[in-house]
Antibody, heavy 116, light 107 residues
Framework: QVQLQESGPGLVKPSETLSLTCAVS????????WSWIRQPPGKRMEWIGY???????NYNPSLKSRVTISVDTSKNHFSLRLSSVTAADTAVYYC??????????WGQGTLVTVSS | DIQMTQSPSTLSASVGDRVIITCRAS??????LAWYQQKPGQAPNLLIY???NLESGVPSRFSGSGSGTEFTLTISSLQPDDFATYYC?????????FGGGTKVEMK
């Protein structure tokens, strides 16, 4: 059974870079696409982007200039970097497995707060 | 981007009720629509994909229908475990987008 677990700082200062990692277990990361999704408090979910193990990526155009998603097949994990963060980036961040761009397995989510 | 609009935003219902949630897309998405259930403090759970295909392990009281711009999620007989928020998601375009959610609460 596939399991995903997000990790990273829960507090990031404005203008700095948010970095999260998603550890995947139960399946090789060299299958499927892998996504990041976020949910700001009280708002709808927002897809951030996805990556394939070949490092092929697709990003949300509204975030593309600030987002980098990478994959490490040797560690079976993938990562998110979001630069120049502001309070608007405060959200619960989820990693998820993408099956034909439908999200069929999710991590538990991690709250990242942007504040000085 | 394709805008997804759900209605109602909140729905009050009782156990045993038939519940229908609607999702409308700002342009045709063919049948490229998924539905998720989310409970407080938990990650979303995939219920339906390709508008009407039930995900493995999901109870058969859940069903989806629609194509083009209008879609529905139906719960045939609401169970206590079904009080949650439901989201639609389109995957017709490379820019994946979600609806605003429908909270199903106890009447």
């Amino acid at each position: 059974q596939v399991q995903l677990q997000e990790s990273g700082p829960g507090l990031v200062k404005p203008s700095e870079t948010l970095s999260l990692t998603c550890a995947v277990s139960g399946v090789s990361i060299s299958s499927y696409y892998w996504s990041w999704i976020r949910q700001p408090p009280g708002k709808r979910m927002e897809w951030i982007g996805y990556i394939y193990y070949t490092e092929n990526t697709n990003y949300n155009p509204s975030l593309k200039s600030r987002v980098t998603i990478s994959v490490d097949t040797s560690k079976n994990h993938f990562s998110l970097r979001l630069s120049s963060v502001t309070a608007a980036d405060t959200a619960v961040y989820y990693c998820a497995r993408s099956r034909s761009t439908v999200f069929d397995s999710w991590g538990q989510g991690t709250l990242v707060t942007v504040s000085s | 981007d394709i805008q997804m609009t759900q209605s109602p935003s909140t729905l009050s219902a009782s156990v045993g009720d038939r519940v229908i949630i609607t999702c409308r897309a700002s342009q045709s998405i063919s049948g490229w629509l998924a539905w998720y259930q989310q409970k407080p403090g938990q990650a979303p759970n995939l219920l339906i994909y390709r508008a009407s295909n039930l995900e493995s392990g999901v109870p058969s009281r859940f069903s989806g229908s629609g194509s083009g711009t209008e879609f529905t999620l139906t719960i045939s007989s609401l169970q206590p475990d079904d009080f949650a928020t439901y989201y639609c998601q389109q995957y017709n375009s490379d820019w994946l987008t979600f609806g605003g959610g429908t909270k199903v609460e106890m009447k």
